[in-house]
């Protein structure tokens, strides 16, 4: 798409969730609809929509077993096999699979290929492994820290995981690691797609949106914690109320915890409609999660049926004379 | 092959995961924390001068920025008076100034603080009185 | 045939895509890529579409095919149906999140700087039709969606660029999802195939295969001529005498290979490798006429193709009584056996679990396929030392190993090849790590890209492999390239013409056989090919 087109549609969206969380919030009556409905639906579209993707993969079976095999296949005993890489029993591919969730082993293997002097140069390159690493994992700590707000009692791991994230004890509020890291990578995904050329040829605005709303998650959070400051215990009155299916309204949150809610609703939503469906589509991927053992177990598909396989006997009709005189026997003379 | 147990357990696993809170919440009433401001010198003050150094929704929301900046003052500058919006003067001090009122650490700053899941680290220098053989 | 651009025009490669929306780039259909249509009566012979139905005969430069009237109808239903069937599909559809992982992976894309044949948007221009007719919100909102309606443009750029993918899976290594573009050309292909969009160098072999076993259509007797033929030069350089049984019941093992190298040089002398092999070590074996395709250029078109063609091996082990199947040396005849084979015709309870007669060594990673790969075979016989070698007869030759894509990454056969090179050879060097074993680079012809017509494309989709393979020329005086697979042994040669003139070709058996100390051999001056020992220089 037209880089141009593609992040005005982005940052259009963006703004648009942010605009009307700021009006809206602001209007006597309404807060209630983004402090509370709003985050019910989304949550609700979330989790359906999640469970509606993967059931419709679901759906349809895995015919063949076409895993692709990166490492020494099970054979001769004396040949070491690689049970990673090419798995040949269910705790191999799970092995196989806790790798590629927890630490993108495929991506790590990235290398950059460049032509100089008319040769192909092919050089390892970690970055983009870095940067999603970094991305997916200080994002799965900042959720988990915001159980903080939705439980009481706070869980011992919630709080070991907070205190682990402000270790640096920089600033008050003491700043979480997460959130600096979180920004550095989204802002290197970004640029990432707008400076690399062939980044840029295959982005589409679904590619960047997701960078865009993450990111103004992350700022606004960040505003709300060190800058626009809200009351904390309202807020966790609001979020404990909604996760305990009590929900109220409490007075005087600022409007920026609107924007920010506003905000992960609509990540929310948008999550089981778009590509971020990823994270549920690679457990389901055949290409890794099946285990290398075609040859030793029959694997069944459910659709198979019998075809027409041109028959020796008709072989034989076609070529009778000519395998006489070749001297290749023949079953009738 | 369908795997639609393995799929199943997948779904149920991440249904779980997610609503982790709500399990854990379910049906809870909490109530949000009221701090007591019952202390015997904030009993003793004539209603009308029962008043923080600085607004009550101020103090909410930036009291850990005004004792940070208290603190930098006091500890590097040596600047000991705190002028609030008022033109009212205070002795910048955490234990002479904040909790010669709020002496009552306990239901007072903690009640918010561990409903927030906050862990000022104010106590690792700062004690509270009666509380000596805790901190030693 | 298209003139093919001299070397350092062809290394004139910019990896830079054009500025621009590549949904608006219309499709440049150039001679010297894209392969020639399948006849008609080729088609109709094997009961595929013929396009009898079109408007006229396709020729596929033109703007307009002449499709059909309900050529959209048809081509999403086919779509829909394959969505259904194959969770790939749907999942590769789904989950792509354009991350540039795969983008410089493709031996295409690295030989010809085209961004489409970047994997991502080779599977983006099916992607796009996806999301435009099947999912809701592409139908919304269209191209913010990423997504478009299928057009006959549309149609016509998925038909050049779908034919420009090899099915070597490389990709597939580096995707974070694992997504395989070789399954999404597949389903296209046989989306296409309804319409009968096959092209000509696929089509002829398949419509071959299925009636007279083979992809050349070799009638049984010439089949067997070409065979006799290897025996005599077997005679005149290693003197002796192999007489092999054919169509012969009551053998304990059928051995398939796959056809290509039972007539075309380097290939037939693999296929005398495997003479000499199976002659040394006595076993009780038989060929084929009928079954005498390992190959499955089904696997091209369509799945159900793919199932005809490959059901004959079995049928034929049924018939003749074996107790199980060796098979020969072979690329997407070992994808297709090892990932499709079972699961179409099993259980296969009328074969045996393959043991070796010679060392009683269980394959028991094929325990229900019942077929072996003839390289784990040899593996297996050389640890058990049931070979007499002499290495050194092939010491003229500086060898390094070509990892055949899908041996390699559909079925992770790394080491018995490699096992079996350096038991036989005293000079063996790898390529770059980057280029063998799972990160190795399609000979730039697989996938029934082997045509002549399309050389251009063939010369640049070869380009990274023989690229590594000057490396090591350069390096270590590498002069032998050898490697697993028949289409490999049909199209380096070509390629190396171009690329590594001094560097020759050839099977692994080949170099086994070269050093095969056979039981009243005559003196050993000559290898197999004709050359003297002592004075060869391999050209490709």
Redesign the interface.
Same mark, same amino acid.
């Given at each position: 798409?037209?880089v141009k %087109?593609s992040l005005g549609?982005a940052l259009g969206a963006v703004l648009a969730i942010i605009l009307i969380a700021f009006f809206g919030a602001q209007v006597p009556g309404l807060q209630p609809i983004f402090g509370i409905f709003l985050p019910y639906a989304a949550f609700v579209i979330?989790?359906g929509g999640?469970?509606y993707?993967?059931?419709?993969?679901?759906?349809?079976?895995?015919?063949?077993?076409?895993?692709?095999?990166?490492?020494?296949?099970?054979?001769?005993p004396?040949?070491?096999q690689?049970k990673l890489?090419?798995p040949?029993s269910t705790l191999g591919v799970i092995g196989r699979m806790f790798f590629?969730v927890f630490f993108?082993r495929?991506?790590f293997?990235?290398?950059?290929?460049?032509?100089a002097d008319?040769?192909?140069i092919?050089s390892p390159s970690k970055w983009?492994w870095a940067g999603?690493l970094l991305f997916h994992y200080s994002f799965l700590i900042i959720v988990i820290r915001h159980? *903080?707000?939705? +439980?009481?009692p706070?869980?011992g791991f =919630?709080?070991g995981l907070?205190?682990l994230d402000g270790i640096l004890?920089v600033?008050?509020?003491g700043l979480y690691l997460t959130d600096v890291l979180l920004l550095v990578a989204l802002a290197y995904l970004f640029i990432r797609r707008l400076a690399?050329?062939? +980044?840029?040829?295959?982005?589409?605005?679904?590619?960047y949106f997701p960078l865009v709303l993450i990111f103004c998650i992350g700022a606004t959070g960040i505003l709300m914690r060190y800058f626009i *400051? =809200?009351?904390?215990?309202?807020v966790?009155?609001l979020t %404990?109320?909604l996760?305990?299916?009590?929900p109220v309204m409490?007075k005087?949150i600022g409007v920026i915890f609107f924007i920010h809610v506003a905000l992960v609703s609509s990540l929310f939503i948008y999550f089981p409609?778009?590509?971020?469906?990823?994270a549920?589509?690679?457990?389901?991927?055949?290409?890794?999660?099946l285990a290398?053992?075609?040859?030793?177990?029959?694997? %069944?598909?459910?659709?198979?049926y019998p %075809?027409?396989?041109?028959?020796?006997e008709d072989?034989?009709n076609?070529?009778r004379e000519?395998?006489k005189?070749?001297?290749?026997?023949?079953e009738r003379e | 092959m369908y795997d639609a147990g393995k799929i199943i357990i997948g779904l149920v696993i991440f249904v779980v995961f997610l609503t982790f809170a709500f399990w854990m919440d379910a049906g809870k009433a909490v109530p949000p924390p009221k701090p007591k401001l019952n202390t015997p010198v904030i009993m003793k003050m004539p209603k009308a001068e029962r008043k923080c150094v600085e607004s009550k929704e101020f103090m909410r929301t930036e009291h850990m920025q005004l004792l940070d900046t208290w603190r930098n003052e006091a500890l590097r500058e040596g600047n000991t008076e705190y002028i609030n919006t008022n033109g009212k003067m205070y002795i910048v001090s955490l234990q002479n100034t904040c909790m010669k009122c709020h002496s009552n650490k306990k239901d007072f700053c903690d009640k918010c603080h561990d409903y927030a899941g906050v862990k000022p680290y104010c106590w690792r220098c700062h004690f509270v009185k009666g509380q000596m053989k805790n901190w030693e | 045939m298209a003139k093919l651009p001299k070397y350092y025009e062809l290394l004139n490669i910019d990896y830079r895509p054009p500025k621009g929306n590549w949904m608006d780039t219309p499709v440049d259909i150039r001679p010297g890529i894209y392969c020639y249509p399948a006849r008609p009566e080729v088609l109709k012979k094997a009961s595929m579409n013929d396009r009898s139905d079109w408007k006229k005969y396709w020729v596929v430069e033109d703007e307009d095919w002449g499709l059909p009237d309900d050529w959209k109808e048809r081509l999403l239903n086919k779509m829909r149906d394959m969505l259904s069937k194959y969770r790939t599909f749907k999942v590769y559809m789904d989950i792509c999140v354009r991350c540039g992982a795969c983008a410089d992976k493709c031996h295409y894309f690295l030989g010809s700087g085209d961004p489409f044949n970047m994997p991502v948007l080779r599977a983006e221009l099916l992607r796009s039709v996806y999301r435009g007719e099947f999912t809701t919100t592409g139908k919304i909102l269209g191209r913010i969606a990423g997504a478009r309606k299928l057009t006959k443009d549309v149609l016509r750029q998925i038909w050049y660029y779908m034919f420009q993918c090899s099915q070597c899976r490389r990709c597939s290594v580096f995707c974070p999802y694992g997504i395989d573009t070789a399954e999404i050309t597949i389903m296209a292909r046989e989306i296409m195939n309804e319409l009968g969009m096959n092209i000509a160098w696929i089509q002829e072999s398949v419509t071959k295969c299925l009636f007279t076993g083979n992809h050349l259509g070799l009638q049984p007797q010439t089949y067997k001529e070409c065979i006799d033929c290897m025996l005599a030069d077997i005679e005149e350089y290693v003197g002796i005498t192999i007489d092999p049984s054919w169509n012969r019941k009551g053998a304990e093992i059928l051995f398939v290979v796959p056809s290509g190298d039972v007539f075309a040089d380097p290939g037939i002398f693999t296929l005398a490798g495997y003479l000499m092999l199976l002659e040394h070590i006595g076993l009780d074996y038989t060929w084929s006429t009928y079954a005498s395709e390992g190959g499955d250029f089904g696997f091209f078109t369509a799945n159900e193709v793919a199932k005809r063609m490959n059901g004959k091996i079995y049928r034929e082990a049924k018939r003749l009584g074996v107790k199980w199947i060796l098979g020969g040396e072979c690329g997407h005849m070992w994808r297709v056996l090892n990932q499709y084979m079972t699961t179409w015709h099993g259980p296969i309870d009328f074969l045996e679990e393959p043991v070796s007669p010679i060392t009683g060594t269980k394959f028991e990673n094929a325990k229900a396929h019942k077929m072996v790969h003839i390289s784990e075979f040899t593996a297996d016989l050389i640890k058990h030392g049931k070979l007499k070698l002499d290495p050194s007869r092939n010491d003229r030759l500086r060898v390094t190993y070509h990892d055949s894509c899908n041996p390699s990454r559909g079925m992770g056969l790394y080491e018995e090849p490699r096992y079996i090179i350096k038991s036989v050879c005293n000079h063996f060097f790898e390529m770059p790590r980057n280029t063998i074993r799972e990160q190795t680079f399609c000979c730039g012809s697989g996938s029934g890209l082997n045509a002549s017509e399309n050389m251009e494309l063939r010369l640049r989709g070869g380009f990274p492999r023989q690229n590594a393979l000057r490396y090591v020329r350069d390096k270590y005086g590498v002069n032998m390239l050898a490697c697993i697979c028949a289409i490999d042994r049909a199209a380096f040669p070509t390629a190396q013409q171009y690329w590594n003139p001094d560097v020759g070709v050839c099977g692994i058996t080949e170099l086994v056989a070269n050093a095969l100390i056979m039981e009243g051999e005559g003196p050993r001056t000559h290898n197999l090919r004709g050359f003297e020992i002592a004075t060869w220089e391999p050209r490709p």
């Open positions: 798409m037209d %087109v549609i979330f989790i999640f469970i993707r993967v059931v419709q993969w679901g759906r349809s079976p895995v015919p063949f077993r076409i895993p692709t095999t990166c490492g020494q296949q099970k054979t001769l004396w040949i070491k690689n890489e090419c040949s590629e993108f495929s991506l293997k990235h290398t950059k290929a460049e032509m008319g040769n192909i092919y983009i999603a159980l *903080r707000l939705f +439980m009481v706070i869980p =919630v709080k907070d205190t004890q600033g008050v509020p690399v050329p062939k +980044m840029r040829y295959i982005s589409l605005p679904a590619d *400051r =809200v009351d904390i215990v309202s966790k009155q %404990v109320g996760a305990s299916l009590h409490p005087g409609f778009s590509k971020l469906m990823h549920g589509g690679v457990f389901l991927s055949p290409g890794r999660n290398n053992t075609n040859r030793e177990k029959m694997h %069944v598909n459910p659709w198979n %075809v027409d396989i041109h028959s020796y072989y034989e076609d070529f000519k395998m005189a070749a001297g290749i026997p023949v | - | -």
